[in-house]
């Protein structure tokens, strides 16, 4: 809940929290008066309530209760508990208040008793898809070893350095604190979380993984209801969890921001030995079974052979057409094998022994043991004993997981017991066939049928390549640069703020920063996953980040293409840039400065603009247009920067020194410290385009430049109206007077009359214009931060 709570809060949401752990006893009494706009508590508290409380906080106003993780109610769910099941008698209080319930996990068996359970009486029931395409799922055999758990250390540190976050699930707490031990030992700091451990020292363990104090959590399954960390790049169980339900909602907390991440499960044949302990757990012979039946459907899904995710999915009612090609075995080699004659021997061993036993049995017959149960059941005499000395225990016991995957052998359960017997599907088999000439039977084969086959001293660590923020995010080598420096930004403002760097804003909104590299806060607020308390509260922070870097990098602001160094072209790539047709911003801002003579600081604070842009962000506009094609007045332009002969030499020699001209800061580090960024990159402009600064500084014939000191004269003179706005002219050179005319004030207007227009209206309404000029209207009017472009809808700012 404090996660929730916390994430809200930074949003500018009054949001609170009732429990055991709210120390602040002025909480309770404001909810109470209704003075958040969301409150969470645990089932426990709901319950424990005066009616006076909850008369008063319906006074005050409640438009929803919802119930989250609401399998919590049904005994058929992985995670029962009994205090959900009182939540029903909160209808008698909150008369007419809606009902939600909410969960991630739930089978159809489940869903239905969580509607029973609350008393939801006709509710609306909506599923959305279980499908996480951007999870990888993997699972391997693990021996436990020593050279395992250093292995594991060793992906666990290549996770840290180059992706997020890291969560370790064990099935007990002394794996937990084996595993937690070892990463400490190879200089990894690590979380350590399990239920022995005290409230205070589980909190502040919670507490640095979140705030990304530290990037690894090794934990027992009592870690992580209600996480909300998006930023977790990889999951790993070690050990089978005790049901699929509870493998999904663990590995469902790892990629929540929707970038692509890892999920790995380790088990070993002993961790089927649990069911025993899990059933413990049961309150009713309902739960018992319904737990029986969960962690069998666990142990399918580690033995299998096909997509696991279509598993994953059939297991929840969803169906797939196809394999996902993003699980271990979808994209490893083709493993498909004739496994008639090995399948015939199990299945007809297993009949042979009246299927009153598990796997275990016909297991060591086909091995010929002479254990005292196998002669004491005469089992030593079947026609089967000895025949399948050549695979391992371990090989067999993993086809027979597969023949049950696919139908050939059902397995019952009697007093926690499990019973393996042939199926229908199994029984025509074995009619149709027999040990001389079986007809082929095609299965694809376990990850541990092929090793025990191999028995290699390969890695056991699956080899699905480690995730890297380069490889993820498309970056190049300077908007990494700038990706870093935003998430250090980001730390600091989390640290400053006593709050998770998440909360401030998630890793998809830091790329899309990094991307766009916005100049203003308007530009800010203009990008998905930027809200307004972000700009009002943190927006100066982070846009001095993206200027100070972009400078020094040379990178172009308010990009959403790739991005663009100025360095040498040959006359073929200028010949093409000049035709390019440059943006209306940009071109406006050149046709202001170039023809009306504007200075770069009276463009960039023009009264006409919803508000200011930088000079940099001007000077940057008038030389991209120059690049296009346009024609730039360089005397002007030079004088106005202050860019000088002298300047231009040391410019020139600080470049051959450095030796590279693609960014700036080391140019800018060979300089004076009164030689700005915007001097070298109109020197690298004008070089770029076949001009010599110093020619042109020093030519003074009016015959080389006739019209240079017109402009000159036009420069100094003071400008105080903007410039012209366009008008739609017809034919006969009159302005129309039967439709409104596109321009800037008119479209101004429109859309400040509308909470958002889109596109195709704004055409309609100025219909006697032309299309092209109603976009590029637009286009100028999103440039200069006037109107802005959300969900297609232009809004004005």
């Avoid at 916390?6 to 209704?34: C, D, P, W």
């Avoid at 059941?377 to 086809?399: C, I, Q, R, T, Y």
């Avoid at 002219?729 to 909470?755: C, F, I, K, Y």
């Avoid at 009017?781 to 006037?786: I, K, M, P, R, S």
């Amino acid at each position: 809940m404090q996660d929730q709570v916390m994430s809200l809060q930074q949003r500018g949401i009054k949001a609170e929290y009732l429990g055991s752990t709210q120390t602040n006893q002025s909480v309770s009494f404001n909810a109470e008066k209704g003075f958040f706009d969301v409150l969470y508590m645990t089932p426990e508290k709901a319950c424990s309530l005066s009616k006076r409380f909850w008369t008063n906080l319906l006074e005050a106003g409640i438009c929803l209760l919802a119930v989250d993780e609401a399998h919590c109610i049904s005994e058929w769910g992985h995670d029962f508990r009994k205090e959900y099941k009182q939540l029903h008698l909160l209808h008698d209080v909150l008369l007419n208040v809606p009902f939600v319930a909410l969960t991630a996990t739930a089978t159809e068996k489940v869903r239905n008793d969580i509607v029973c359970s609350l008393m939801l009486r006709g509710p609306q029931i909506t599923l959305g898809s279980f499908d996480r395409t951007n999870l990888f799922y993997g699972v391997k055999l693990c021996n436990r070893s020593g050279s395992f758990l250093d292995e594991l250390v060793s992906e666990v540190q290549k996770y840290t350095v180059n992706a997020g976050s890291t969560i370790i699930y064990c099935t007990t707490i002394k794996d937990t604190e084996q595993i937690h031990e070892l990463l400490g030992n190879a200089g990894i700091e690590a979380g350590l979380y399990h239920g022995k451990m005290g409230s205070k020292a589980r909190e502040e363990s919670h507490r640095s993984f979140i705030r990304d104090e530290t990037r690894v959590m090794v934990a027992t399954i009592a870690f992580g209801m209600g996480i909300d960390k998006p930023d977790v790049r990889c999951v790993i169980h070690y050990g089978c969890p005790k049901s699929l339900e509870s493998y999904y909602q663990e590995s469902g907390r790892c990629g929540r921001d929707g970038l692509p991440s890892i999920c790995w499960l380790y088990y070993s044949r002993g961790d089927f030995a649990k069911a025993d302990f899990y059933c413990s757990e049961a309150q009713c012979e309902n739960q018992r079974k319904a737990i029986m039946e969960s962690f069998m459907a666990a142990q399918k899904y580690c033995a299998l052979g096909t997509c696991r995710r279509n598993f994953l999915l059939e297991y929840f009612g969803e169906k797939s057409a196809s394999a996902c090609g993003n699980c271990d075995n979808c994209t490893g080699p083709k493993r498909e094998r004739d496994l008639s004659r090995e399948s015939f021997l199990l299945l007809s061993c297993i009949k042979l022994c009246g299927g009153n036993f598990g796997l275990n049995m016909p297991i060591d017959v086909l091995r010929g043991s002479h254990g005292k149960r196998i002669t004491k059941n005469n089992f030593d005499k079947l026609p089967m004993h000895g025949l399948g000395k050549d695979n391992s225990s371990n090989w067999w016991k993993a086809l027979g997981g597969l023949l049950l995957a696919n139908g050939f052998l059902s397995e019952t359960i009697r007093d926690s017991f499990r019973f393996i017997s042939v199926s229908p599907k199994g029984v025509q088999f074995l009619c149709t066939a027999n040990t001389a000439q079986q007809k082929p039977l095609m299965l694809a084969m376990t990850t541990e049928m092929i090793e025990e086959e191999a028995d290699s001293s390969q890695s056991q660590i699956g080899n699905h390549q480690s995730i890297t923020s380069l490889d993820l995010y498309s970056f190049t080598e300077v908007e990494t640069k700038i990706y870093n420096m935003l998430l250090d930004t980001r730390m600091k403002i989390a640290k400053d703020n006593g709050t998770a760097p998440y909360a401030i804003c998630g890793d998809q909104t830091i790329i899309k920063i990094t991307k766009t590299r916005p100049s203003t806060q308007a530009r800010l607020a203009n990008i998905d996953g930027v809200n307004q308390h972000l700009v009002a509260k943190h927006g100066s922070m982070i846009l001095e980040t993206i200027s100070r870097l972009s400078q020094e990098l040379n990178l172009k602001f308010d990009s959403m293409g790739p991005t663009v160094h100025i360095q040498s072209s040959s006359q073929k790539e200028l010949q093409h840039s000049s035709q390019r047709k440059p943006a209306a911003a940009k071109i406006e801002a050149w046709k202001m400065w170039q023809n009306d003579g504007l200075s770069f600081g009276e463009i960039a604070n023009w009264s006409g603009r919803a508000a200011p842009i930088k000079e940099q962000t001007v000077i940057s506009y008038v030389l991209e247009a120059a690049r296009d094609g346009c024609e730039v007045n360089w005397v002007r332009f030079c004088e106005e920067i202050g860019l000088s002969v002298d300047i231009a030499s040391q410019i020139g020699t600080a470049i051959s020194k450095v030796g590279a001209r693609d960014r700036l800061k080391p140019i800018k580090e060979e300089l004076p410290e009164n030689v700005t960024y915007d001097m070298i990159k109109a020197f690298l402009t004008m070089e770029e385009l076949g001009l010599s600064v110093k020619q042109t500084l020093t030519a003074t014939s009016s015959d080389e430049q006739p019209e240079l000191t017109g402009n000159m004269e036009q420069h100094h003179r003071r400008v105080e109206s903007p410039p012209k706005k366009i008008q739609k002219v017809h034919e006969h050179g009159l302005a129309s007077t039967n439709v409104p005319e596109a321009t800037e004030d008119a479209m101004m207007q429109w859309v400040r009359s509308r909470d958002g227009v889109t596109l195709e209206d704004t055409i309609g309404y100025f219909g006697g214009s032309k299309k092209d000029l109603v976009v590029d209207l637009l286009d100028s009017l999103e440039g200069d931060f006037l109107v802005f472009k959300k969900n297609g809808l232009y809004k004005a700012m």
